[in-house]
C-alpha cells in the first residue's frame, strides 16, 4: 500500500524551511527518506526505525510518529541543492526491505 | 559507502529486441536486490525482488516472462527486457541492501539507472 506524501510540490526561496510529510493507514516497520535530482538515481537521506524516534543531519531532520504511521522531513535553511523529488519508502513488518515509495514532493529552491 | 554499479546507464534499442542490464553491489554482499521502474515525474514502482540462487518475486501486474530476473551471484543481478515495445520505454533503477548483523538499520543503495528508450 502505498504511503501518501504531502504536499506535492513546494517551492522556496534560499534559507526557508519545509516540512514534507509521509503517511500510512498501518503501521510501519520502518520509514526511509530519499532525494532525487533528475535523471539521477534517489540518494539516501535517513532511516527511521522507532515510534517517537527524531534524527538529523546537517539541517535535514525527520520524525516518525509513536504509532509509526506518519514521518515528517524537515529542511532547515534550505540551500539551493536541497532542491529535487523527496521520497519516503515504507517497509511493514517482515517485508525485507522491500519498500515502497509515496509519490514524491517535488522541492524546489530558488535564489 | 556501499556502491551499486549500474549498466548501461542508456540504451536504445528498435522494438521486439532484448536488452539486458545489470546491477553489482562492488563493495558488499548483497542476498537481495530490487528492480523499480519509474516514469516520467512519477514515483519508484518495485517490479521485482531478486534473491541471490532463487527465483525472482514480482509485483502483482509485472510480466515474469518479459522481465527476466537473474541473481546468479551476490554482488550481480541482471534485468532482461524481452521483446521490447515502446511502453517498455522507463527508467529502470536497482537497488540493494548490504547484509550483516546490522543490515536492519541499513539504506537501499541505489544504481545511478538505466534509461530505456524502445523506438
Known amino acids: 500500500q502505498q504511503p501518501v506524501q504531502s504536499p506535492q510540490a513546494v517551492i522556496l526561496r534560499e534559507g526557508e524551511d519545509a516540512v514534507i510529510n509521509c503517511s500510512s493507514s498501518k503501521a510501519l516497520y520502518s520509514v526511509h527518506w530519499y532525494r532525487q535530482k533528475h535523471g539521477e538515481a534517489p540518494v539516501f537521506l535517513m532511516i527511521?526505525?522507532?515510534?517517537?524516534e527524531q534524527k538529523g543531519h546537517d539541517k535535514i531532520s525527520a520524525s516518525f510518529n509513536e504509532k509509526k504511521q506518519q514521518s515528517s522531513l524537515y529542511l532547515t535553511a534550505s540551500q539551493l541543492s536541497y532542491s529535487g523529488t523527496y521520497f519516503c519508502g515504507t517497509e511493514k513488518e517482515t517485508s525485507g526491505s522491500r519498500l515502497t515509495f509515496g509519490e514524491g514532493t517535488q522541492l524546489t529552491v530558488n535564489p | 559507502g556501499a556502491v551499486v554499479s549500474q549498466h548501461p546507464s542508456w540504451v536504445i534499442c528498435k522494438s521486439g529486441t532484448s536488452v539486458k542490464i545489470e546491477c553489482r553491489s562492488l563493495d558488499f554482499q548483497a542476498t537481495t536486490m530490487f528492480w523499480y521502474r519509474q516514469f516520467p515525474k512519477q514515483s519508484l514502482m518495485l517490479m521485482a525482488t531478486s534473491n541471490e540462487g532463487s527465483k525472482a518475486t514480482y509485483e502483482q501486474g509485472v510480466e515474469k516472462d518479459k522481465f527476466l530476473i537473474n541473481h546468479a551471484s551476490l554482488t550481480l543481478s541482471t534485468l532482461t527486457v524481452t521483446s521490447a515495445h515502446p511502453e517498455d520505454s522507463s527508467f529502470y533503477i536497482c537497488?540493494?541492501?548490504?547484509?550483516?548483523?546490522?543490515?536492519?538499520?541499513?539504506?537501499?543503495?541505489f544504481g545511478n539507472g538505466t534509461r530505456l528508450t524502445v523506438t
Open positions: 527511521l526505525l522507532k515510534g517517537g
Open positions: 537497488s540493494a541492501k548490504s547484509v550483516g548483523p546490522n543490515s536492519y538499520n541499513s539504506p537501499l543503495h
